[in-house]
């Protein structure tokens, strides 16, 4: 199984400040990661796709990297919309198991 | 714009099979170059990718699962269900269905990136005696 460990498992922000969650895979996934944002009593919702594309409709301060095994998500000029909890995945077709990181909670310092 | 609906039994007793239905609007479960998809999530063991399916009945499965979950899919019903046999304690979660979408529409578009999107809104299924 590909296994993807992510970090930091919280972190404390203000609005307005600019914050990175990392992902790091345990092979070479190339670009098959995708980001997820999730809110309490909620479903995940996409946020970045094949590792740096933004779905229609989110807001451009989310932004995608990275390739191979280290990947990040960062988010500028923090809204207060934005307090949540994070997941990244990946989606290597080799084998297809489709695993999660243990996803960051970011909250309001 | 595409929704996704679980409908599933609540409570359901150790040994015994959970049944989840996952109704699909605004969109067809025929569609050719998506799959549909179960993912479990516990406090304790986060996102669990369970399994998946496309419209010509190929299906994947996580092994973790121990061949346990069959994924199912209607086109005349436009949807597709989880039957996971055997449950214990530990099958107790929140379950999702999702639509997983791929980067590449040629012909290689199944094993291009893909992502899970949207994602209904999720049904809480407790085992216990």
């Known amino acids: 199984d590909i296994q993807m460990t992510q970090f930091p498992s919280s972190l404390s922000a203000s609005v307005g400040d600019t914050v990175t969650i990392s992902c790091r895979a345990s092979?070479?996934?190339?670009?098959?990661v995708s980001w997820f944002q999730q809110k309490p009593g909620k479903a995940p919702t996409l946020i970045i796709f094949a590792a740096s594309s933004l779905p229609a409709g989110v807001p451009s301060r989310f932004s995608g990297g990275g390739s191979g095994t280290d990947f990040s998500l960062t988010i500028r000029s923090l809204a207060r919309e934005d307090f949540a909890t994070y997941f990244c995945q990946q989606s290597h077709p080799t084998p297809p198991l489709y695993t999660f990181g243990q996803g960051t909670h970011l909250d309001l310092k | 714009q595409l929704q996704l609906q679980e409908s599933g039994p609540g409570p359901v007793k150790p040994s015994e099979t959970l049944t989840l239905t996952c109704s699909v609007s605004?969109?067809?479960?025929?569609?050719?170059?998506?799959?549909w998809d179960w993912i479990r999530q516990t406090p304790g063991r986060g996102l669990e990718w369970i399994g998946s399916i496309h419209n010509s009945g190929r299906t994947y499965y996580n092994p973790s699962l121990l061949s346990r979950a069959t994924v199912s899919i209607d086109i005349s019903q436009n949807q597709f269900s989880l039957t996971l046999n055997f449950v214990t304690a530990a099958d107790t979660a929140i379950y999702y269905c999702a639509r997983r979408g791929f980067a590449s529409s040629d012909v290689s578009w199944s094993t291009s990136p893909s992502w899970f999107d949207p994602w209904g809104q999720g049904t809480l299924v407790t085992v216990s005696s």
């Open positions: 605004g969109g067809s479960v025929n569609a050719r170059m998506y799959y």
């Open positions: 092979q070479n996934i190339n670009n098959y």
